[in-house]
Nanobody, 124 residues
C-alpha cells in the first residue's frame, strides 16, 4: 500500500513562494508518474503539474506555467512543487498523486494513490 504525505503548505502573501513536498512510503516510486492537483472551495479538483516516472518530462496547467516547477528526488522517494509568484487564485488544498504508470497525465483517473492534501492560502 502506497502512502503519500504532503507538507509545506501555509499562508503567504501574493508574490511569495512556497515549496510543497510529497513523501512516499510503502513502495519505491522512482518509475511512477507523479502529479500535483489542487481543489479550491466549491470547485472541482484540477490538475496543476506532473512529472513522468523517468523524470524526463513534465507538464503544467496553463495557469501555473512559468511560476511552478515540479521535481523529484528518487533517492528520497519524494516529489516537490516549487511555487513562485503566488497569486490569491492559487489558494486551494494541494494534493499529491502517484500513478502505477511511467507516463504522466493530466487526468485524475490516471493516478492510483492520493495524499491527504495540504492547504495553501495566498493573501492579497
Amino acid at each position: 500500500q502506497v502512502h503519500l504525505v504532503e507538507s509545506g503548505g501555509g499562508l503567504v502573501q501574493a508574490g511569495g513562494s512556497l515549496r510543497l513536498s510529497c513523501a512516499a512510503s510503502g513502495r519505491t516510486l522512482s518509475r511512477d508518474a507523479m502529479g500535483w492537483f489542487r481543489q479550491a472551495p466549491g470547485k472541482e479538483r484540477e490538475f496543476v503539474a506532473a512529472i513522468a516516472g523517468s523524470g524526463g518530462s513534465t507538464n503544467y496547467a496553463d495557469s501555473v506555467k512559468g511560476r511552478f516547477a515540479i521535481s523529484r528526488d528518487n533517492a528520497k522517494n519524494t516529489v516537490f512543487l516549487q511555487m513562485n509568484s503566488l497569486k490569491p487564485e492559487d489558494t486551494a488544498v494541494y494534493y499529491c498523486a502517484a500513478s502505477n504508470r511511467l507516463v504522466l497525465s493530466t487526468l485524475r483517473a490516471w493516478y492510483d494513490y492520493w495524499g491527504q492534501g495540504t492547504q495553501v492560502t495566498v493573501s492579497s
